[in-house]
C-alpha cells in the first residue's frame, strides 16, 4: 500500500491504528492518545523530511512508541509516591474494559517490551520479520525468535490458538477509538 501523499490523508488513515498499536504496546489509553498527537505534531513540524520517507507513518509509530514508552516508564518502576505501593496500570480502574480486553492487555504487558513491539508490529502493523528487525532494532534470527516466544507466551496467557492472537489484538479497537484525538487543522497549528 503506497504512502498517502500529504499529511492530512496520513493523519486520517492512521491515526486509529496507531492509537490501538501504542494501547497494546503500553495499556494506557491517555499515554496512547497524547503519544500519538504528539508524534503528529512532531510528523507535521518535520513535513518537508518526514513526507519524502518512503513509509511516514512508520516515522510517526516509530516516534509515539518512544513517547508512549518515555510516559509510561515512571508508571511501570515507580511507586506511588503519597502511599509508596506500585502504581496500577489504568485499565484496571476503567469499568467499561470487558474481561476479554483486560485479558489481553495483562498477558501483553506479561511480555518483555522487544517480544511485545515484535508480536504488535507482526500483527497490528503487519510487517515483514527483515522490516520488524530493522525496527527493533534486532537481526531476522532474532526477531524470529522474539516473534515465536510471544506468540508461545500470548496463546498460553490467554488459553487460545495462537492464530487468534490478532482477533484478540483487534478486540481492544473499541478502546482505541475511545482516544480523543483533535482535528487534523489543530495538529498543523500545533506542529508549524
Same mark, same amino acid.
Given at each position: ?14 491515526? =486509529?491504528?496507531?492509537?490501538?498499536? *501504542?494501547?497494546? @504496546?503500553?495499556?494506557?489509553?491517555? %499515554? ?8 503528529? *505534531? #512532531?510528523?507535521?513540524? &518535520? ?12 516515522? *510517526?509509530?516509530?516516534? +509515539?512508541?518512544? $513517547? ?10 515507580? %511507586? ?5 505501593? =506500585? %502504581?496500577?496500570? #489504568?485499565? &484496571?480502574?476503567?469499568?467499561? *474494559? ?6 489481553? @492487555?495483562? +498477558? ?14 507482526? &500483527? @497490528? +502493523?503487519?510487517? /515483514? ?9 534486532? !537481526?531476522?534470527? =532474532? ?6 516466544? +510471544? ?10 490458538? /495462537?492464530? #487468534? ?18 482535528? $487534523?487543522? !489543530? $495538529?498543523?497549528?500545533?506542529? %508549524?
Amino acid at each position: 500500500m503506497p504512502p498517502p501523499a500529504d499529511f492530512d490523508e496520513l493523519y486520517a488513515a492512521s491515526r =486509529r491504528r496507531l492509537v490501538l498499536q *501504542v494501547l497494546t @504496546l503500553t495499556g494506557d489509553l491517555a %499515554v496512547a492518545g497524547a503519544a500519538v498527537r504528539d508524534a503528529f *505534531v #512532531a510528523a507535521r513540524q &518535520h513535513w518537508r523530511r518526514v513526507g519524502r520517507l518512503d513509509d511516514p507513518e512508520t516515522w *510517526v509509530r516509530t516516534r +509515539a512508541w518512544r $513517547v508512549a514508552r518515555r510516559r509510561t516508564l515512571g508508571r511501570t518502576l515507580g %511507586v506511588g509516591r503519597r502511599t509508596g505501593r =506500585r %502504581v496500577a496500570r #489504568a485499565w &484496571h480502574r476503567d469499568r467499561e *474494559v470487558d474481561p476479554a480486553q483486560r485479558q489481553v @492487555l495483562v +498477558a501483553l504487558q506479561g511480555l518483555p517490551d522487544v517480544q511485545r513491539r515484535t508480536l504488535l508490529l507482526n &500483527h @497490528l +502493523a503487519t510487517l /515483514s520479520l527483515p522490516e520488524i528487525g530493522r525496527e527493533v532494532g534486532e !537481526s531476522r534470527e =532474532r526477531t524470529e525468535q522474539h516473534l515465536q516466544r +510471544a506468540t508461545a507466551a500470548m496463546a498460553v496467557a490467554l488459553d487460545d490458538d /495462537s492464530t #487468534a492472537i490478532r482477533n484478540r489484538l483487534e478486540q481492544l479497537a473499541p478502546l482505541a477509538r475511545r482516544a480523543g484525538l483533535p482535528r $487534523v487543522t !489543530s $495538529v498543523h497549528r500545533d506542529g %508549524v
